[in-house]
């Protein structure tokens, strides 16, 4: 059991401030990585951290479970926080998380494939051409992604 379920049962369903990595993976054609999640809702790869580990560990681990995909250096894009980004899940747990968003052009190996439990489909995007369902973040990095690239 992870350092979140542990949480939740000293404290239950009350609001939590979680910190969590998400990371914009490029490939060499500069398209994006995007998984669906179970929600139907195309996101980065990404998640929360546990115990002793690090943002950019938990990037890396999150991105391999979800799709498969190694990747090595990232790059700081942004921190994402605030009311606007408020969670409440289908079993009724809250949370605001504090997301930090890497962007990594460093793919190191792994076969792309769904890990079937987060993610559904796992497929890289042109970012001119991005599905319907996408969550909102996803349009935040892309949008400083080309503010980088300019």
């Known amino acids: 059991m992870g ?12 609001p939590l401030i979680l910190v969590g990595s998400v990371v914009a993976v490029i490939d060499d054609e500069g398209r994006i990585l995007l998984q669906k999640k ?3 809702i195309w ?10 580990e690090s943002t950019e560990e938990a ?14 250096e990232l790059k ?5 926080s605030g009311k606007q980004f408020f969670n409440k ?3 009724g747990d809250e949370f605001y998380p504090v997301t930090i968003a890497y962007l990594s ?6 076969a792309l494939k769904a890990d079937g439990i987060e993610t559904l489909e796992a497929k890289y995007f042109n970012m001119n051409d991005l599905p ?5 973040l996803v349009n935040k990095l892309v949008r400083y992604y080309n503010e980088m690239v300019s």
């Open 3 to 14: 350092y979140i379920e542990n949480l939740r049962k000293v404290i239950g369903k009350q």
């Open 38 to 40: 179970t929600n139907g």
């Open 43 to 52: 996101n980065i790869p990404g998640g929360l951290l546990e115990l002793e």
């Open 59 to 72: 990037a890396r681990r999150e991105v391999f479970e979800e799709t498969g995909i190694k990747i090595g």
């Open 76 to 80: 700081l894009v942004n921190v994402f």
């Open 89 to 91: 899940l289908a079993n």
């Open 105 to 110: 052009r460093d793919i190191k190996g792994g």
């Open 132 to 136: 319907n369902e996408v969550s909102p």
